[in-house]
């Protein structure tokens, strides 16, 4: 919590320096008898104050974890088993989920697939079930309930010892459990990371900005825990669980949050002390259209915004 501290300190004293310097060019350009020489100087005076506070409370933090890396202890449990209940969530994707629910039977460990449809208003549920998918459907709107209730039917099984999370728009891969899988032996949950430029295809619904927003949310939520884990993706579905971890985890997600959850349930999952490992994956455009954050630049800055907010001051309700 120190390095988080000191890094939005210190993001709050690069800003109040940067606003002098900004309003410093605009009085000597255009308004020198109007912008006071004197307030401008303070911005950039006192803007070194909150720097170097959030530069100590860093290394502070530094030292800290220094110390508490000495007595990490790697988790070492294999998974016994091979077999993955697949869960996928789906919003009014008919055009894409019978060929993703295909895509996952395909693979040999795969024991089932789930779909959990969230009110889907077109065909979506009856194109799952004739791709052989078990099909729910979650009542209460929103992509949160969606993945939560997702997690939970697949955690129901008893003769799989891992769930797979993924979406039913194709922007994921089934083959990436194998690359995934063998991490699973050291955490309780992987989570598949898209910001690897090489494995992404040409004309995903991310922008430049929703990538390294997303990176950005993701160093901020890292810094949180700082020296408990690596993190670069808040944004993606694409996860492996041990099915008990998830049974565990499930009770302590009780706030209702939306588009944010993702942040929010790794969070949850760290803040209990479970194991949480990134993997890079592929991604691909997805079928059909965006419904998401990734709408646009302007929702994502939203969903970013609350996103950020929830990991700063808490997880709440809106």
């Known amino acids: 919590m120190f390095a988080l501290s000191g890094a939005l300190l210190v993001v709050v004293g690069v800003t109040l320096y940067l606003l002098g310097a900004f ?32 530069i100590l409370l860093f290394l502070f933090d530094i030292r800290t974890v220094h110390g508490k890396r000495g007595k990490k202890s790697l988790l070492d449990a294999p998974v ?13 994707d008919e055009l894409s989920i019978a060929e993703a629910v295909r895509d996952f039977q395909a693979h ?18 009856a194109f799952a079930r004739e791709a052989g998918a078990i099909v729910f459907n979650e009542t209460v709107q929103g992509y949160g309930a ?24 194709m922007t994921f ?30 004309a995903t619904q991310l922008t430049t900005f929703m990538h390294y927003g997303n990176l950005a949310v993701a160093k901020l939520l890292e810094l949180k825990y700082f020296g408990d884990a690596t993190l670069t993706d808040v ?22 949050i939306n588009l944010e959850f993702n942040p929010y349930l790794m969070e949850t999952a760290i803040s209990n002390g479970m194991k949480f490992i990134e993997v890079p994956i592929t991604f691909h455009p997805r079928i059909g259209v965006s419904k998401g954050g990734n709408i646009s630049n ?5 969903v970013g915004l609350r996103m950020i907010k929830g990991i700063v001051t808490g997880w709440r309700a809106p």
């Open 23 to 54: 309003f410093g060019a605009i009085r000597a350009v255009l308004f020198a008898h109007v912008i006071d020489k004197a307030w401008i100087e303070w911005l950039l005076w006192y803007s070194a104050l909150p720097i170097v506070a959030g």
């Open 80 to 92: 016994n088993d091979e077999k993955f209940t697949v869960a996928l969530t789906a919003y009014n």
């Open 108 to 125: 040999p460990n795969v024991q089932r697939v789930i779909v959990v449809s969230n009110n889907s208003s077109d065909r979506t549920e």
């Open 146 to 169: 969606c993945v939560r209730r997702a997690i939970t039917e697949a955690a129901a099984y008893d003769d799989t010892e891992m769930i797979a999370l993924c979406e039913g728009d």
């Open 173 to 202: 891969r089934a083959y990436d459990l194998d690359k995934m899988r063998p991490y699973l032996n050291h955490s309780d949950i992987v989570n598949g990371t898209r910001i690897v430029e090489g494995l992404q295809e040409n």
């Open 235 to 256: 944004g993606t579905t694409y996860k492996i669980f041990r099915t008990e971890s998830a049974r565990r985890l499930l009770p302590k997600l009780t706030v209702p």
């Open 298 to 302: 302007r929702v994502a800055i939203g």
